[in-house]
Structures are given as structure tokens and as C-alpha cells.
């Protein structure tokens, strides 16, 4: 069973429609009856000038369920069904990312208008 704070490796579409060259990790951020809502995360590592935009969070405590200093785009909120979600990887065993900044994370998406 998929849950808030999860997080998921593969490729999904970007909000523009194309599809990465290689897999990705996603935080699921709501779930809704027909699938989730997931946000793209990025490595820090060589984009730490993006870390200073109001459409990017760093995580704070990134393990679990990353393995590298991450930060989620806020802006690149992104519905998909629980059958996409089936080609995904789990990461971590299901560990959830920490309650201070899944909740910090969620607060500041609902900023921004999907």
C-alpha cells in the first residue's frame, strides 16, 4: 500500500510532457482514489544556485528515503495512477522521508497553483 512521504524511482513524464532519459525519484504527496500525486526530487550536488528559488525545498534530512542531498521542486506536482505507480521502484523499503520536512514540503506546494 503506497503512502504519503513514500518515494519512487523511475521515469515519469515531466509537467512539459517529456520523459527523462533516466529514472528519477519521486515523493508521493497526496494520494487520490485512481493514483498519487508525486513531486520530482533533484541531487544538490552542482545546483546549489537552485537551492536559493522559492520552487525548490532542500531537504533537510534527505536519508531516508534518498541516499544524496536532495531538494524537491515544488512546482512539478504531477498526477499519476496507481498502474504507473506499479512500473516505479520503491525506495528504501518504504521508508517515509522525516515528518518535519514532508510536512514543511506540503504546506509550501499548496502555494502553488497545478
Known amino acids: ?10 521515469k515519469v513524464s515531466f509537467v512539459d510532457g517529456f520523459k527523462p532519459l533516466y529514472s528519477r525519484p519521486y515523493l508521493v504527496i497526496e494520494m487520490l482514489p485512481s493514483g498519487v500525486c508525486i513531486l520530482n526530487v533533484s541531487s544538490s550536488k552542482g545546483k546549489e544556485s537552485k537551492l536559493l528559488l522559492a520552487t525548490n525545498y532542500e531537504l533537510k534530512q534527505y536519508n531516508p528515503p534518498f541516499v544524496k542531498p536532495s531538494f524537491v521542486k515544488l512546482d512539478s506536482k504531477k498526477f499519476i495512477s496507481f498502474e504507473e505507480l506499479q512500473t516505479l521502484k520503491l525506495l528504501s523499503n518504504g521508508k517515509k522521508l522525516n515528518s518535519s520536512d514532508l510536512n514543511n514540503i506540503l504546506r509550501k ?4 497553483s497545478f
Open 1 to 10: 500500500m503506497v503512502a504519503i512521504g513514500e518515494a519512487y524511482l523511475g
Open 109 to 112: 506546494t499548496k502555494s502553488f
